[in-house]
């Protein structure tokens, strides 16, 4: 009788090398190889991007089968062999874990690969979700693994808004050297694709995206839409070295998914994924660096609202607030100073504006001069002529708002990976 059987991976990798999604390109195709055929792509889920331990981006993979329960001691062997080939266990960072879950997915780990998304989350939680949901965990060195590991299977991408990844991997002999992928053909990939694939470059700066720069074994990667789509943008890239392999992810990748806990001031916790909406309370300072910081609250608290200067356009919408705009901010809670949480900036919605309104002292009707006020009530005076105007007051001037109700963004090369695609407004 064919059983549903879920395999999480994760934190194989270190800075010094290895990904994740290797170890999970390697199982995948060594299960079709044995004649075992997934019931999905294999899934690359992001969590929390604000976890200060992750290597890059904070993903985990995982690959779910309907199996016949005979063939579950094979697969079993072959993911946990396939971690420990693939797993950079030398370094002190990495802590790789693979886990094994039979049957249908329970709420609990669905609930649990949520909270992984938006929240800091505790080893012993790990173990005790694994407990209540029955899973079967392999942990190579430390226990880390164990959360991410946990929350892919949990994650939920056969009905959650997702999207696919097609990745090309390198051979060993060619790690730690510069990529060889031809970047005019990424170009034209990128103008012939349309919106089926995104943030293959910096629409402003031309700069290619596709290609990290680390000794991981990740020559490029192409998001798009479809698994057709991101195929025929790969087809398209001309590549001057040898490809080991090439793997289509299925993943929350462009979704926004970590941006939907909307909080009050009073509950944010440090690393947290947040949504807050508030009052602007100060007109934004840019400090050193460019980056621009102004104060929100709400009816809990107040918060610093930090917009980064590699952001470009989403720093520019910063620094045009004023106190009173009524705004929604998304980003990460990095760091309190003063007691005061700080959230970095990765998305404003605007929802209303103030009038910027200036006074001034109006001109003398007899020289064309600027008049000065005499006191509360008293009236104005010419400062040259000295003429004297009994009931004038101060005019008001209107100056239009550079910004409208809407969402403003970083620039592509400053967003991340669950950042969703789409133009920025300005
Ligand atoms: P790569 O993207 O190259 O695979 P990475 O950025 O995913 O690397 P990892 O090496 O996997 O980084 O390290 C992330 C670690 O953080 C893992 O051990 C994972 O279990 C853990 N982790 C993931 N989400 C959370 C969370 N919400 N709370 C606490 N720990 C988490």
Redesign the pocket.
Known sequence: MPTEFHIGI??T??ESGG???YTGAVLYQELYDIGIRPSDYPWLVR??PN?P????????ISIHLIIDEDQIETVQHLAVRITKETAHLSDK???PAVVFLRGPVPMILQEYSLS?LH???SIDQARSVARKASVETHLLKGS??????L?SIGAGLDSVAHTFEIIAYRTRENLGTSRRVNSESIKVMDSKQGSGTFHNLDPESGRILVCPHGP?PVLLGIRGLTPQGVQDAFNRVQINETVERIMIFKTNQGTDAHLTQHRKVIELARYQSAVVTGRVDTVPKIVRGGHVIFQLSDETGSLSCAAYAPTRSLKAAARDLLPGDRARVYGGIRRYRNGKPTLNLEKIDLLSLVENVNKENPICNLCGSRCESMGRGQGLRCKKCGLHNETGTTIRIVTPRSLQLATYTAVVSARRHLSRPGNTVR
């Open positions: 994760d934190d990798d270190s990904c994740t999604t969590l929390n976890i331990w992750k290597t890059r981006g904070n993903g985990a960072r990495a802590d992984a929240n800091v989350l880390r693994g164990l959360i991410g590991s929350a991981d």
